[in-house]
Structures are given as structure tokens and as C-alpha cells.
């Protein structure tokens, strides 16, 4: 059964994160811009609140629960990470000086890509969404997508020279500052605190009540057994 409304609350969520891209890479090297995490989480978001939203237009069955629960952990994680580590004054990673100095399209994008989108799917999946369909087992699984964002940002990391302006995307994987030893640590600590989180949105889907009606609605992000 079609779910006109779910549809264009999702077109809204993945429009959102495309235009948070396009301002990104219109006004800055798209090849940089793609180097973030918040950039893929993003892509992830426009791509498949884009595909839920065609599919509750037309009542075809959801995605897979496995696959928007990943977009929705790695959505939380890019919006917790900003609000909490890089624009935290208290934070030991704190770039809140270089957040508060951004003017025009960039401050634009930057709340869309941080606030605007994360906010957006989280609220689709609590109120257009059917409960219980993330599974304990995902939450391991979905740390492929930081893992492998790791394993780039170090390998795009060692073939940049030294001095190169984003030559580490995040303060967190700055071999140049840490070393791999206190990288590793980092990631490790960022890896338990993903997985916890994980666990966390498996644990709030079982327990969440449904929202009145949502056993009609087509979802993308809950419904069948995904991310």
C-alpha cells in the first residue's frame, strides 16, 4: 500500500544530504570533499532515503532492515562525532574556532550534512517505521562501513605529503600527531563507542512503541530488517 507521506519525508531527508554535497563540492575539490566520512554517510543517505521513498510512493516492500540501520548508525555517528567531539570546546579534538568561521554555502552545509540529515532519518525511522526489525548481530556488521573509512583515510593519508592541508580528514587519524600506535587507540575507542551505539539502536527498535498507523507504511529504514 503507497505512503505518500513517508515518500516525501524521505525525498526531503535524501534532498537534504545532496544538497549538502553539491554545495560541498561546488564551492571546494569534490576529490576532498569525498575524503570525509560525513561526505559517504551522507551519499548513504541520499542513496537509500532516496530508494525508500520511491518505494513507499509506489507500496513496494522496504529495503532491507540491515542496510538502513547502517545508514541510520553511521548518519548518528557523523552527527554525535560533530556535535560532541569537533565542535565541543571541552573536546581534546575541539575545531570549534574553524566551525564558527564558516560563512555562506559552507555553514549551510555543514548543518545540513551535520544537524539537518541526521536529525531527518532519525525521525523517520522512529515515527515512519515499524519496530523491532534491527537485529543484535547488525551491530557488528555495521561497523564495516568505519572500518573500511579507516583503512582509506590512512592508506589516502601515507600518499600525501607531509604539509598537505587535508592530508588526515580528522584530528583522531592524524598519524603526523599521534603515530599508528595512538591512531589505533583511537579508532579502537571510536570502534566500542560505534558498536555500543549500534547495540543501542538495536535496543531502542525492540522496545520503541509504534507510532499509530505506521503498521500501513512502506519504510526504508526499519521496516523488513535493516540497518
Do not use: K
Not at 573536546?91 to 568561521?101: E, L
Not at 562501513?145 to 590512512?154: G, H, K, M, Q, S
Not at 600525501?160 to 600527531?177: I, K, S
Amino acid at each position: 500500500m503507497p505512503n505518500r507521506f513517508a515518500a516525501v519525508v524521505r525525498a526531503l531527508v535524501a534532498l537534504a544530504a545532496a544538497t549538502g554535497i553539491t554545495i560541498d563540492c561546488a564551492l571546494g575539490d569534490p576529490l576532498v570533499a569525498f575524503s570525509f566520512f560525513t561526505i559517504w554517510s551522507n551519499t548513504a543517505v541520499a542513496v537509500v532515503l532516496g530508494l525508500g521513498a520511491a518505494r513507499a510512493w509506489t507500496g513496494r516492500p522496504p529495503l532491507p532492515a540491515v542496510l538502513t540501520g547502517g545508514v541510520l548508525l553511521c548518519i548518528c555517528v557523523v552527527g554525535l562525532v560533530f556535535h560532541l567531539v569537533l565542535d565541543n570546546p571541552s573536546s581534546s579534538f575541539n575545531q570549534a574556532a574553524a566551525v564558527d568561521a564558516l560563512t555562506g554555502g559552507r555553514a549551510v552545509s555543514n548543518q545540513l550534512l551535520h544537524t539537518v540529515t541526521p536529525l531527518g532519518v532519525v525521525l523517520d525511522w522512529l515515527l515512519l517505521t515499524r519496530p523491532g526489525a534491527l537485529r543484535p548481530r547488525f551491530a557488528a556488521l555495521w561497523l564495516a562501513a568505519p572500518a573500511a573509512y579507516l583503512v582509506f583515510a590512512l592508506v589516502r593519508g601515507a600518499l600525501l605529503p607531509a604539509g598537505h592541508p587535508t592530508r588526515y580528514t580528522y584530528p583522531f587519524v592524524d598519524v603526523a600527531a599521534h603515530g599508528y600506535g595512538g591512531v589505533l587507540v583511537n579508532a579502537l575507542v571510536l570502534g566500542l563507542a560505534f558498536y555500543a551505539l549500534g547495540l543501542l539502536l538495536v535496543l531502542a527498535d525492540r522496545f520503541r512503541p509504534a507510532v499509530a498507523g505506521c503498521r500501513n507504511r512502506i519504510s526504508s529504514l526499519g521496516a523488513g530488517g535493516l540497518e
